[in-house]
């Protein structure tokens, strides 16, 4: 497709834009390729042909993003998470569930895993045999490409899943590779015998350790052990060749011009191999990862990427580009810290763990960046604690970790929740987390006990769970169903393909009756209370310019370990949000708030005056409140 000269022309604005930061990391990565040479201009060629297949309202869309660089950023961003079959039946469906997504307040919404998976159990849709179509399922790329411009025309962003890790070994690409294809067996890691694999796995970490053991998987067929980190039937790619590269990039920008927004890039910390390391976050991977950023500004300037990597707060920030990265890697990144830590001061009923993590190791402000911040997802909960911020507030590492699991599966005596194992590793002792928000903060239990308290207990703690989120400052996601309060769903046992995996306890089918009753004026049950409570908090969240990403976030020692504090310091002035983990009444010291800069006991969040007690604030149990 031949270029315009006005559409020529931006193309090198925005290859010029975004050069150095492309050719730079390419260059590091496969400039010793010897074939370097024709791989940087076949790139460039696909990267100019992407940009004339660009539909003209996304170029707008790109035009108004590149006016607006922060629009990710600001406090009117919230978005909404789901599985389109379980939330609609398939894409049409989508199209009749517009209202409720803004009525919610979503103006960002995640199609969770919808492109063609192989047949069969795909890991939840993780296992993808065609990037270039849709899961027949839900239907048809042209259906798909109409759910996209029907979301932008009402202003909501669509992200979906890139898996940039593995495919499905039902994908053409592993298919030609077990026919004998050379060219198709270098996109894979495979080994002749079990000499290397060996060596690789005495550094590796076990993944699945229960249903997917080891990371090498042997094929009959080529009879060559396969990289297969997750699942056996998901084939690792081979990053370190740059064709794979060349024909990522070119799904990326497909999917780009299809009307996708941001892409969430799975499990991307997996995507670089070296002997005697954890083969996780190795220098490479943030090359990798700022050379398709770059590949994307210049191609489809409106979209941005939201990388997944699960781990600590020292890995996971370089997602979000640090040092020479800065500004230039992932817009958005998982804050997996913010939520082990609110699951971690809910059960203790102390925040000082919470206070001393989300303090010490984030910085106050990220360049072009901000979080997505969540509380539940379709993945399980790994308690991702170190042993020095254990024993920084005087607990031990395994200790506490233990005891969070313990708690959350609901087996710790006098635990309000209800849980399931998942990914037990014999080895290490550690043990993840399975359930959905409601029935992990105790609503399951409080309904079969009828005990009218432990059922207020636990919607005003899944109340404040997205009242903490809306008022992070990055992007709040609210994950299918916990709007509702939506219990553990026990029906995957019965499901062959899903029995093995526990993470489909929290993945339930929408609860549409619920929303019925919601709609038609239920305001009493605990569903519709916390319908009502999450809808505010982020309606709130929309009215309160403090909350822009862009302005420092501070995390201050509120006194008395049982609040924890957020403070916003915006240029009109710091927004300080205080939430109460516990049953109990907390009282804050007037004197402390206004230490921190607070000039007025209005909260900004209920618009109500904040109660005062003997010149102290008062936060009820589980209460919050966001002062000016
Ligand atoms: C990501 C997904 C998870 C999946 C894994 C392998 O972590 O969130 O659900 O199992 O990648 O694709």
């Known amino acids: 497709m031949a270029l315009n000269a006005f559409d020529e022309k931006m193309f090198e604005l925005r290859l010029e834009r975004s050069r150095r930061d492309l050719f730079d990391m390419l260059e590091r990565l496969y400039g010793r390729h010897p074939d370097y040479a024709r791989f940087r201009h076949s790139l460039e060629e696909r990267m100019k042909a992407a940009w004339a297949r660009r539909p003209r309202d996304l170029k707008w869309l790109d035009m108004k993003r590149d006016l607006e660089p922060d629009w990710f950023q600001r406090p009117d961003m919230v978005g909404y998470v789901f599985y389109i079959d379980r939330f609609a039946?398939?894409?049409?469906?989508?199209?009749?569930?517009?209202?409720?997504l803004e009525e919610i307040g979503a103006n960002y919404v995640h199609f969770m895993p919808c492109l063609k998976p192989r047949p069969g159990d795909s890991d939840g849709g993780y296992s993808v045999m065609d990037y270039?179509?849709?899961?027949?399922?839900?239907g048809t790329m042209k259906d798909f490409e109409k759910v996209a411009k029907a979301l932008r025309e009402r202003g909501i962003s669509l992200c979906i899943d890139m898996v940039l890790n593995h495919t499905a070994r039902e994908h053409a690409w592993a298919k030609a590779a077990r026919a004998g294809d050379r060219d198709k067996q270098d996109y894979y890691l495979l080994f002749d015998d079990r000499t290397l694999p060996d060596a690789y796995e005495k550094t590796l970490l076990e993944i699945f350790p229960e249903t997917a053991p080891g990371s090498f998987t042997f094929d009959r067929t080529m009879e060559k052990w396969v990289w297969t980190t997750f699942n056996t039937h998901q084939w690792d790619l081979n990053w370190a060749n740059p064709q794979v590269f060349l024909e990522i990039a070119d799904v990326m920008f497909d999917l780009a011009n299809k009307g996708v927004d941001v892409l969430r890039l799975d499990a991307v910390a997996f995507m670089w191999k070296r002997m005697g390391t954890r083969c996780q976050s190795e220098p490479e991977v943030h090359m990798i990862l700022q050379a398709l950023r770059a590949a994307c500004h210049i191609v489809c300037p409106a979209v941005i990427h939201l990388e997944e990597a699960i781990v600590g707060p020292q890995e996971m920030l370089p997602y979000l580009g640090r040092g020479v990265h800065d500004g230039k890697e992932g817009n958005l990144a998982y804050h997996n810290s913010l939520m082990v830590q609110f699951w971690s001061a809910l059960a203790a009923r102390d925040t000082?763990?919470?206070t001393h993590v989300l303090g010490t190791h984030f910085p106050s402000v990220l360049r072009n960046a901000t979080y997505a911040t969540y509380?539940?997802?379709?993945?399980?909960?790994?308690?991702?604690?170190?042993?020095?911020?254990?024993?920084a507030v005087g607990v031990t590492g395994?200790?506490?970790?233990?005891?969070?699991?313990?708690?959350?599966?609901?087996?710790?005596?006098?635990?309000?929740?209800?849980?399931?194992l998942f990914g037990v590793n014999e080895e290490t002792g550690d043990k993840r987390i399975s359930g959905s928000f409601a029935s992990l903060a105790g609503l399951e239990r409080a309904l079969e006990s009828g005990d009218a308290a432990e059922i207020e207990h636990a919607v005003q703690r899944i109340i404040m769970g997205h009242t903490l989120i809306a008022a992070h400052g990055g992007v709040p996601l609210i994950y299918m169903g916990d709007e509702i309060a939506m219990l553990n769903d026990y029906h995957y046992r019965e499901n062959p393909d899903h029995a093995h995996d526990s993470r489909w306890i929290h993945r339930p089918r929408m609860d549409w009756d619920a929303v019925e009753r919601i709609q038609r004026g239920d305001m009493t049950s605990p569903q519709s209370k916390v319908w009502h409570g999450v809808r505010h908090a982020m309606a709130r969240r929309k009215a309160t310019p403090e909350l822009h990403a862009g302005y420092a976030v501070r995390v201050p020692s509120a006194p008395g370990r049982r609040v924890f504090a957020l403070l916003h310091e915006a240029p009109t002035g710091p927004l300080l949000c205080l939430f109460n983990f516990t049953e109990d009444t907390a009282l804050i010291p007037g004197e402390w708030a206004l230490s921190e800069g607070v000039t007025s006991f209005h909260d900004a969040l209920s618009d109500l005056p904040a109660k005062l007690s003997d010149g102290n604030v008062v936060l009820s149990p589980y209460g919050r409140l966001w002062l000016r």
Request: aromatic share 12%; charged share 25%.
């Open 89 to 100: 039946g398939d894409l049409n469906g989508v199209l009749s569930k517009l209202d409720y």
């Open 352 to 354: 000082a763990l919470m």
């Open 375 to 391: 509380i539940r997802c379709h993945d399980d909960i790994g308690w991702a604690i170190t042993e020095a911020d254990a024993e």
């Open 398 to 420: 395994p200790g506490h970790r233990a005891f969070l699991s313990d708690f959350y599966e609901g087996v710790f005596p006098g635990s309000f929740a209800r849980g399931a």
């Open 132 to 138: 270039r179509a849709i899961n027949p399922g839900f």
